[in-house]
C-alpha cells in the first residue's frame, strides 16, 4: 500500500502490528522486548499449549484473566499454533514513518477496547501519521473484527 499508492482509494486497518511504527518514536519498551523474546522462542521448536496460551493473552484474543482453553475457538488456535513460529517477523520488519505521512488517501483506523497497549499504541500513532486518517474504538479487544461486525 505505502510502495503503490495509487493503486488504493482508501483503507482500513484494524490493529495491525507494525512495531517499525512504534520503534518510530524510540527504542521499544522493556515490556515489549521481553515480549519479543518470548515471540521468538516459538520460532526454535513446537509450539507449546502452554506458549499458545500465553500468546492468546499477549495478542488480545483473550484477557489476562480468562483461560483461553475454555474459549471455543480454542481447537482452532490448537490446530495451526505452529504458525505462530513465525511470529517475531513483525518485530524484524522496518519501515519510515516519513511514507505514512505522504499516504493521502483516506484511512479508516480500529482499535478494540481491552486490546494489548502495543497496538493501541501502533493505532493512535498513525491516527496522527495520516493525513486523512479517522480512529474507531470498538469492544472486543483484538478480536473486535468479528466481534463487533454489525458496527
Known amino acids: 500500500m505505502l510502495n ?36 521468538q522462542r516459538l520460532g526454535s521448536s513446537d509450539v507449546s499449549e502452554n506458549q499458545l496460551v500465553w500468546f ?40 519510515n514513518i516519513k511514507r505514512v505521512r505522504k499516504f493521502t488517501k483516506p484511512v479508516l483506523l480500529f482499535k478494540g477496547v481491552g486490546s494489548p497497549n502495543f497496538l493501541t499504541s501502533i493505532i493512535d500513532i498513525l491516527g496522527k501519521e495520516f493525513t486523512r486518517a479517522r480512529v474507531k474504538e470498538l469492544p472486543a479487544a483484538h478480536a473486535l473484527h468479528i466481534v463487533s461486525k454489525d458496527r
Open 56 to 95: 492468546a493473552h499477549f495478542a488480545g484474543f483473550v484477557p489476562q484473566d480468562v483461560d483461553p482453553r475454555a474459549m471455543p475457538q480454542w481447537p482452532v488456535w490448537t490446530k495451526h499454533r505452529q504458525s505462530l513460529r513465525t511470529g517475531d517477523i513483525v518485530f524484524q520488519h522496518e519501515d
Open 4 to 39: 503503490h499508492p495509487n493503486r488504493v482509494r482508501s483503507l482500513t486497518l484494524i490493529e495491525p502490528p507494525a512495531i517499525w511504527v512504534l520503534k518510530s518514536r524510540g527504542p521499544l519498551s522493556n515490556e515489549l522486548e521481553e515480549e519479543r523474546k518470548q515471540i
